[in-house]
């Protein structure tokens, strides 16, 4: 890997101890690493580490986020697929994509967690970001991307979460949305 392990890396090798027992006697990892003299970054939050897995999330976000728009138009056309809709006049409060069709438009916010533990930091979040009655005028799908978490897994994960999903909120895998796009009515050029 070329450097030592993050806190997550940490906790779940079991030869080492916890990174919150490291914080308590040492002060951290980022402590520790400078304490050691290490010749790599001390800190991954900043820096090149978090430069490149930036740039990286961004490439890969940016190439799914056209993999579910060329879906999307292929089934709606480009006239009822919006991409970056904006709920309000803040230029914040927005989805990804905005769908109007015969059968109830709905909203996608799609996101790439990297396991299951960071798919419940990422859903979370964007929880969070829909929580307002404006977010809730129409159906949001939260669509995860990562192939190896199914829909099963997200299941499980749903029901055992002390936050639930509001009325109007799923979330789906990418074959799950393809179902969910079959049984919509796209609607017909004027």
């Known amino acids: 890997h070329k450097r030592y392990p993050t806190s997550r890396e940490t906790d779940n090798f079991e030869f080492l101890p916890t990174s919150r027992s490291i914080q308590r006697r040492f002060g951290g990892l980022v402590e520790t690493r400078k304490v050691l003299n290490l010749k790599s970054s001390s800190d991954f939050r900043t820096g090149e580490y978090s430069s490149q897995r930036a740039k ?6 940016h190439k799914l986020e056209k993999e579910v728009y060329d879906y999307l138009i292929n089934i709606f056309g480009i006239e009822f697929v919006h ?17 109007y069709c015969k059968n109830g438009d709905f909203s996608v916010d799609v996101f790439y967690p990297s396991d299951k533990h960071n798919f419940i930091g990422c859903l979370n979040s964007k929880m969070h970001t829909y929580a307002s009655e404006t977010m809730l ?8 991307m990562n192939n190896d978490i199914n829909q099963e897994e997200i299941e499980n994960i749903l029901k055992r979460k002390k936050n639930k999903l ?5 979330v789906m895998n990418l074959k799950e949305f393809k179902k969910f796009c079959s049984q919509k009515t796209p609607l017909e050029k004027t």
């Open 56 to 61: 990286k999330i961004n490439e890969r976000a």
């Open 83 to 99: 991409r970056e809709f904006f709920f309000t006049d803040d230029r914040r409060t927005r989805t990804d994509f905005f769908i």
């Open 137 to 144: 005028q129409y159906p949001v799908i939260f669509l995860q």
């Open 166 to 170: 509001l009325k109007y909120q799923s």
